[in-house]
């Protein structure tokens, strides 16, 4: 016990003058906001609100050290975006995964890609923002709420409480205390590597060597480049990118088009689903009329 | 300046994909699950952009193009499953699937 605490103590004292920030203090804000978000996850129990305070007291204290030790480093113009971007994703990937509504969930993640476009645009690539938005709130996203309405099971028009209208896989989670651990204990080394171990994994790069990898207007993130780039190194990789794009097309429409023969007995075939047969196709050229035309053997038909 | 912001950015993508990891286990609804899966996209696709800006390499941009059509073909092809899947059961819960662990 002594020697756990010794080492502990060790461990936080233990240069000090080298650490942005200490491993045990970002581990103690890893623990508090596991807490806050075993108690935010939806489950039987009703303490969201304390879940909340605590992980939002966490990331605040997290963002009050980060932002302390960078005080003196730091001269970027672009730094209150920054945080005001970083703390809107986060918010938004949080609700993502506590809020009990899968459509609430699916906006959410609209608000944390757009968060996230902001980023991108906070580090010159704004070609990459443009598609983010694009793809994600534009394509992905629509998917979504669609698969969400479709799947929607039906709402008892009585039952006027919020949450009773949500199945029971959407109010009880799974494992949450087992997950916050496995998940902020890989928060935690991950910052610990990121904050205090980063300068021996990617040296400074002196601002010469930058503006020679990185042409002017590739700096500042031209788009034209990132083309040229693509079209120049990376080649066969676009194209493989494009046929991959086209085989789950066809992948999905083929999985989605599939009858659905009724193995459980729970299910209730309904006409959408089951009982409409495909129609009839006709492949007899003739049976189209065609009119208005001079050639005589199609002339020739009724014109019913 | 350029090691700490590149700090900055790398521990929002971290926090970032650890939330999806966290929701990826917790969550029991499908397309909730699938939905933490394109979380963790996001936060791999911050860190690319951030090692991009701050190496001085377009590979991460690159990269992130590729990253942004995987998860595309993996959305299209996991809601078409989601909604056989859906068909079959009527229910949106991965516990019904229990018989899949084996």
Redesign the interface.
């Known amino acids: 016990m002594l020697g756990v605490v010794s080492t502990l103590a060790f461990a936080v004292d233990a240069g000090s003058a080298d650490y942005i920030v200490k491993p045990m203090i970002i581990l103690l804000l890893c623990v508090l906001g596991g807490i806050g978000t075993i108690l935010l996850l939806p489950g039987p129990k009703q303490s969201a609100g304390l879940g909340g305070v605590l992980l939002a007291l966490a990331g605040l204290a997290f963002g009050l050290i980060i932002f302390r030790a960078a005080a003196g480093t730091v001269n970027s113009d672009t730094g209150p975006y920054f945080w005001i971007f970083a703390v809107i994703a986060l918010v938004g990937a949080v609700r993502v995964i506590t809020h009990a509504r899968p459509v609430y969930s699916a906006l959410y993640f609209v608000l944390t890609v757009f968060a996230s476009a902001g980023l991108f645009i906070l580090m010159y690539a704004e070609f990459m923002a443009a598609a983010l938005v694009l793809i994600y709130a534009g394509a992905i996203l629509i998917t979504y709420v669609f698969v969400i309405m479709l799947a929607a099971s039906a709402q008892s028009p009585s039952d006027r409480s919020p949450l009773a209208s949500l199945a029971e896989c959407d109010l009880v989670s799974r494992e949450p205390f087992t997950a916050a651990c496995v998940g902020f204990a890989l928060m935690g080394v991950l910052l610990f590597v990121i904050l205090d171990k980063a300068d021996q994994l990617t040296p400074p790069l002196p601002p010469a060597a930058v503006t020679t990898l990185m042409p002017e207007e590739a700096v500042h993130g031209s788009t034209q480049s990132i083309g040229q780039y693509l079209f120049q190194n990376q080649m066969v990789n676009l194209e493989l990118s494009g046929l991959i794009l086209t085989v789950s097309m066809v992948g999905a429409i083929v999985i989605a088009r599939r009858r659905v023969v009724g193995v459980d007995q729970s299910f209730e075939p309904t006409v959408e689903t089951i009982s409409s047969t495909a129609a009839p196709v006709n492949d007899d050229p003739h049976s189209i009329p065609v009119y208005g035309t001079t050639n005589p053997r199609q002339k020739s038909f009724p014109q019913t | 300046?350029?090691?700490?912001?590149?700090?900055?950015?790398?521990?929002?993508g971290?926090?970032?994909?650890?939330?999806?990891?966290?929701?990826f286990?917790?969550?029991?609804?499908l397309?909730?699950i699938?939905?933490?899966t394109?979380?963790m996209f996001?936060a791999v696709?911050?860190n690319l952009?951030?090692?991009?800006?701050?190496?001085?390499?377009?590979?991460g941009?690159?990269f992130?193009?590729?990253v942004?059509?995987?998860?595309?073909?993996?959305?299209?092809?996991a809601?078409?499953?989601?909604?056989?899947l859906?068909?079959?059961?009527?229910?949106?819960?991965?516990?019904a699937w229990r018989e899949l662990k084996w």
């Open positions: 300046m350029q090691i700490l912001a590149l700090q900055h950015y790398l521990a929002v971290a926090i970032m994909f650890v939330i999806g990891l966290i929701g286990i917790t969550r029991r609804n397309i909730v699938f939905l933490c394109e979380l996001q696709a911050i952009i951030a090692f991009s800006r701050f190496t001085g390499n377009l590979a941009q690159a992130v193009i590729f942004l059509v995987i998860a595309a073909s993996e959305a299209s092809l809601l078409g499953l989601v909604v056989l859906f068909r079959q059961k009527n229910t949106l819960d991965a516990d």
